[in-house]
């Protein structure tokens, strides 16, 4: 099911439990192409966690990145309040961080929650969306 | 959740029923910008189905469509061999097809499954997937 | 210069002459992600050739396809009525077809324009657009 | 032609020179879905500009950035290396900043050059590309 509830897993802190549902979701990546494998995992307001993966195209710019796979699989299930978004990939020297597509998505659901990036061994970086898309780009809604 | 069994839900015929389900998916649609929601829902092959809709940005090409979204949700959750897609609009004097995007898309997972374009009526044609992407575009995948 | 005109350069026909364009284009191509080129070449009605080549991004799905790029610099240079592209690659065994997301850009600007889809051999395959893309989607435009 | 060398045209500062053209090149702009035009000035460290403006699709996601456009087609001929790009709008009350999707493209050429973010009374902001994408997704070129 895609719709996890945080609270039946937690044991130390959230930020932990986040990023080992992404580390499980990394597991569903279609990278055929890339060999290069990124999970994510989505936690909504109220508590629900969405997950995601890289799911690629034989033409590269039709794939897409596991924020993103998150954050539309949530909003197709009616979810558009996030809290958090936990990142990793299996990369050990550096935190994966968002590519710059994933920030503007993220953005156009708030400013201010939560950006996990993490490394295999759960170390992450924290930031919040804006921080990491300072001077945003948005666009006032048309009636 | 976002899996639901088709046949629990299976009444005159699939086709129906799976369009029925894409247009509830609609209802979900996140399209501030263009006001035209459009809705999907994907039959896995073991008769599993993921919904869809489409899921726009204030930058517009960071937008995702319906198809896609449910192609994702569906390879996110593990699933990756489809019998069928539903896609249906508002539009009532033409049927709702996916785009060119949506169908590269498609494709990566199979060339003769099926694609249910739709009115918000009901009426559908039916189509493959290469019958709308003839001359496909693959890439064989690197070992 | 973007701008070269075809009959400048022309020898037996158009045809073999823009496929050569397409090729000398492939040389400029930034791929370094999947090392594999694609040239394109995009002849106006008014005699014009605009060329392109695949631009890739560390984040894949943020790159472009050739054709694409010849598209939007024929656009943005005021030209939108086109006779035909070519495309091109280093793939021997099979004509290079453009990708969905590439059809729909095509589609954009007419339906019965020309698409050339070559061999390094020069040999290639010729279609519409539409062809490419039948039952194609499209929006009316909003006044 | 795209081509144009800035020095030919300097005034008081390059980076009026540069929002000028950009602003020039908005007039280019094929937007009839959204009505927002957007244009581009893109300077490459040898002094020639090329120019973007957004191109737009009816499938929304298939539309491009006037930024990338620019990007694009310096690449396209030949040209990487970037010393500053302008981006222009109509918006008279805000700077107009590069969406998430092209400050990843514009970090594909390199980190520390200029982003002039105008508006239409020339007036601008002036950053770096990283200042715009801080911690930075970048990927280490497969040999
Ligand atoms: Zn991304
Ligand atoms: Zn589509
Ligand atoms: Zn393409
Ligand atoms: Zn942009």
């Not at 994933?102 to 759960?122: A, H, N, Y």
Request: with cysteine; glycine share 6%; hydrophobic share 40%.
């Amino acid at each position: 099911h895609t719709e996890t509830s945080l609270s039946d897993k937690m044991t130390d802190s959230w930020e932990l439990d986040l990023i080992k549902l992404s580390q499980e979701a990394m597991g569903k990546a279609y990278c055929p192409y890339s060999k290069f494998p990124v999970g994510a995992a989505l936690l909504t307001t109220d508590g629900k966690v969405f997950t995601g993966c890289n799911v690629e195209n034989a033409c590269s710019n039709l794939g897409l990145c596991a924020e993103r796979v998150a954050v539309n699989k949530a909003v197709s299930e009616g979810y558009r309040n996030f809290k958090a978004i936990a990142v990793c990939s299996e990369v050990v020297d550096t935190y994966i961080t968002p590519c710059g597509g994933c920030r503007q998505v993220l953005l156009e659901f708030g400013q201010t929650w939560i950006v996990l990036m993490s490394k295999p061994d759960l170390s992450y970086e924290k930031r919040t969306v804006v921080d990491l898309i300072p001077m945003p780009f948005v666009l006032k809604i048309r009636d």
